[in-house]
């Protein structure tokens, strides 16, 4: 039994998408877990109950909630460099650069953007509802789902000479510009967040990254949204490990109806070999041993090794030239007299 044949490429592609495709389940589980997770959470009301139920409760700490409320620094706002009379609590300025690069494998520019600058400065905030009741925001730059509002974004077109662009096309890159930005998380702005929410020694509420290991989420958005958002990403990861679970099956399928195939082949070879064989053993025995050369002429030897009789058809050509061994020591499929060709061969019965 051969073993089971796999080229280069197929191993390398099969490897590829199953690795590909683990991946992409690991992360659609973990975001199914999140949206499960976002989908038992429990809705808290910020008001002032909300500090006595927690006075109450086992370690004074609800493992993951939903918080929703207007922003609200604790001491003196961010301003924006930009926009005069926007105050926040987080502040991301970036630096962006855009440039073509050229792509040797498309034979074409493609549009490429690295990070030059990038700072982000934050203040403490909390969560205001009704009755003035606060939650405090802890790290809020470890939440996932942080979407800012776009203040200032402004790009500054490149410009070069000759020779620069001379420098461009052996290089392979050509610089189209700086793109700078602002980003701001407003001062009375409503925010979702969810994550662990504890009583502090002080009696404040604040609410933290879960110790559970959990996600952390704070997002402009309302609760609904946030938890469409993550089951659509679920799906998504879903999808793809899907598309590459199906690449890899239908490589290793490829690849088991070529083995089947060659089996098939095998078979057929072992199946004329015995027939053969039996032809051989049956025909005349120790007669044919001892006395061969004066019952068949010289003429009925096979062509290649002029030792024994011609034992096979080859077909489609329907020559008769050889024994069946020097048929399978033949390098390639081909009739040695006409060179045509050989898609089957048939055992030949001499009376």
Not at 21 to 28: D, R
Request: overall charge negative; aromatic content about 8%; hydrophobic content about 40%.
């Amino acid at each position: 039994m051969e073993e089971f044949p796999v080229r280069t490429v197929e191993g390398l592609c099969l490897g590829t998408s199953l690795a590909i495709s683990g991946l992409f389940f690991y992360i659609y589980r973990k975001k199914r877990k999140s949206v499960d997770k976002l989908n038992e959470a429990p809705h808290m009301n910020l008001d002032g109950k909300l500090a006595d139920l927690l006075n109450v409760t086992p370690g004074k700490c609800l493992q993951y909630v939903v918080i929703e409320g207007a922003v609200q620094p604790v001491g003196e706002p961010l301003r924006s460099q930009y926009q005069e009379g926007s105050v926040g609590v987080v502040q991301k300025l970036m630096l962006r650069e855009h440039k073509l690069v050229w792509n040797s494998l498309a034979h074409t520019w493609m549009d490429s953007e690295c990070v030059l600058h990038q700072r982000v400065n934050t203040v403490p905030f909390s969560l205001v509802g009704s009755d003035q009741a606060n939650v405090r925001v802890l790290c809020p730059l470890e939440a996932s789902e942080l979407k800012m509002e776009i203040l200032h974004e402004k790009f500054h077109q490149a410009t070069y000479g000759f020779t620069d662009i001379v420098g461009q096309y052996l290089s392979g890159e050509k610089p189209k510009g700086q793109l700078e930005t602002e980003e701001m998380l407003k001062v009375g702005a409503t925010l979702t967040g969810v994550g662990e929410l504890i009583l502090d020694t002080d009696r404040v509420l604040k609410l933290r990254p879960p110790t559970d290991g959990s996600e952390y989420f704070l997002s402009t958005a309302d609760f609904e949204t946030l938890r469409l958002e993550q089951e659509d990403q679920a799906v998504v990861w879903r999808v793809l490990a899907s598309v590459f679970a199906l690449a890899g099956a239908a490589v290793l399928l490829w690849v088991g109806c070529r083995y089947y195939r060659s089996l098939r082949v095998c078979w057929e070879q072992e199946r004329l070999k015995r027939e053969f064989e039996t032809l051989g053993a049956g025909g005349s025995g120790a007669t044919q041993q001892g006395s061969r050369e004066q019952e068949m002429p010289l003429e009925n030897d096979c062509v290649i090794c002029l030792t024994q009789l011609r034992s096979c058809v080859l077909l489609d050509c329907g020559h008769v030239c050889c024994c069946y061994s020097c048929y399978q020591a033949l390098p390639q499929p081909i009739c040695p007299i006409c060179r045509q060709a050989i898609n089957r061969v048939v055992p030949l019965y001499q009376a």
